[in-house]
């Protein structure tokens, strides 16, 4: 019974990634392609989870801590190219 | 346009703590759990690399004034040096050693010789990763 609910709910987060990866090839500015990015790296790291879950093991936790880390300095980093036009500046101007 | 990243600068400080805590454990469980040098090595540049998104080159080298290159060398130095080690005791090249100590509040813990090749293998990703990022985002030397 618990298997069954985690393979539905792995269903139901695969089609949350189709869903974001129409909005990431259909949308219309660069701000949606970041979002849509952000939501893919957040919906992979809750199927780590169940997959850990499903496979009865503790090595994945590491990836999920990872993806987190690295999901979230990605889009910090995208979202500072499109405001500011370059990443890493040579001198901070506050 | 004066801009204001306030949050962005506030969430860092709390932020590459976290992910230094989580570079230090990847680093020390490499040998019984997933984990290691190389793993634990990227996530250090990643938090290094936060802090130069959200600070800028000049302030994260006035608060840390490494030449990333030299760290990388130091690297490479100490994993060959332990490598070298064994040779001077009449072991192979490469040759690993272990031993069990007892410490007084954690009780027995085994201390290998292995610790310092991961720690040379962390310091090269570090210096490696941070030099590339430095010289492709237009900063440099």
Redesign the interface.
């Known amino acids: 019974m618990t298997e069954k609910i985690l393979i539905l709910s792995l269903v139901l987060f695969s089609i949350t990634i189709i869903v974001a990866l129409f909005r990431i090839i259909r949308g219309p500015s660069m701000p949606d392609r970041v979002v849509a990015l952000d939501m893919i790296g957040v919906t992979l790291l809750s199927m780590i989870a169940i997959v850990s879950i499903l496979l009865k093991t503790k090595?994945f936790l590491?990836?999920i801590?990872?993806l987190g880390?690295?999901s979230?300095?990605g889009t910090?980093?995208f979202s500072?190219y499109l405001?500011?036009g370059?990443?890493?500046?040579?001198?901070?101007?506050? | 346009m004066?801009?204001?990243?306030v949050i962005?600068k506030t969430v860092t400080k709390v932020?590459v703590f976290i992910?230094l805590t989580?570079a230090v454990y990847?680093f020390f469980s490499g040998h019984y759990?997933?984990?290691g040098g190389f793993?634990g090595g990227l996530?250090l540049a990643?938090a290094i690399?936060?802090m130069?998104?959200?600070?800028?080159?000049?302030?994260v080298h006035k608060g840390m004034p490494f030449d990333f290159k030299i760290i990388a060398a130091i690297g490479v130095l100490l994993a060959t040096g332990t490598g070298f080690a064994s040779v001077l005791f009449g072991q192979d090249f490469l040759t690993q050693a272990a031993i069990a100590v007892h410490f007084p509040l954690i009780g027995e813990k085994e201390l290998a010789s292995v610790v310092l090749f991961e720690a040379g293998v962390t310091l090269t990703v570090v210096g490696v990763v941070v030099t590339i990022?430095?010289n492709i985002?237009?900063?440099g030397e």
């Open positions: 090595a590491e990836v801590l990872i880390i690295l979230f300095i910090i980093a500072k405001e500011r370059k990443i890493i500046e040579r001198k901070s101007d506050s | 004066k801009t204001n990243d962005l932020v992910i989580m990847l759990s997933p984990g793993i996530v990643s690399v936060l130069y998104l959200a600070a800028g080159i000049e302030i990022i430095l985002s237009e900063g």
